[in-house]
């Protein structure tokens, strides 16, 4: 069983927002790190999975569909995203293969929380949406068939965080940490013995011009501006996902 668990979700290739979550003083003490899905699929790709594998054993990672795609374009097989199909050419083999076997789910014991489920998008599916206002029988329906002892589920995917009880289930969204929707910095979660949303503030100024700068994507510096800026807010990104939770 786990004291703390820091959780990164949706860190999309960015190595600033990395570097100032790592830095937070409860990371760096945490007993685990777990990283829920895409990981590299942005400007930094090389990077950001190179800065995780050195922290060895503290990090637990789960695949998502960022994971997926980029295995498949690496083989010849593009996704819609340029930033995705660019940052795949880049990677080495090692990563490819690291990425590829990567599980959808893991679950461990935390502190004050027991068992608890990590995902990327939903325990059964690493690109369907759930969302914080999301009804009670579509919360069931993504649910069925978890084991009655994961007492707490989290997961990432819509870049936005929060908290909620389902059917007396605690579901936790970590938010995004290269790619937050609804307000600047990098967003992450701390487990144990309850949950806390945590929001590290960092220089996006600086960030984005090192992103433009260090990454090779061509349109680099525009990505950056648009998604270290966090241009889109959260009622946008609730207003595109809402009906894809079939509401």
Known sequence: MFERVAVLSDIHGVLPALEAVLAEPDVAAADLIVLTGDIADGPQPVEVLDRLAALGDRALWVGGNGERELVAAHAGHPTSYDVSNW?????????????????????????????????????????????????????????????AEVGTVVCGHTHMPFTRL????????????GMPYGGAGAWWALLGPGVQLRRTAYDVDAACARVAAGSGFPDAAAWADEYLRSVHSDVDALTVFGPRDGR
């Open 87 to 147: 940052a795949a050419a880049q990677l080495r083999e090692d990563q490819v293969a690291r990425l590829a076997a990567l599980p959808p789910t893991v679950t461990f014991s935390v502190a004050g929380l027991g068992e608890v489920l990590c995902c990327h998008a939903t325990p059964r599916d690493d690109e369907e949406m759930v969302l914080v206002d999301s009804r009670l029988d579509r919360w069931a329906e993504v649910f069925a068939g978890l084991p």
């Open 166 to 177: 389902v059917d007396r289930r605690l579901v936790v969204n970590p938010g995004s940490v």
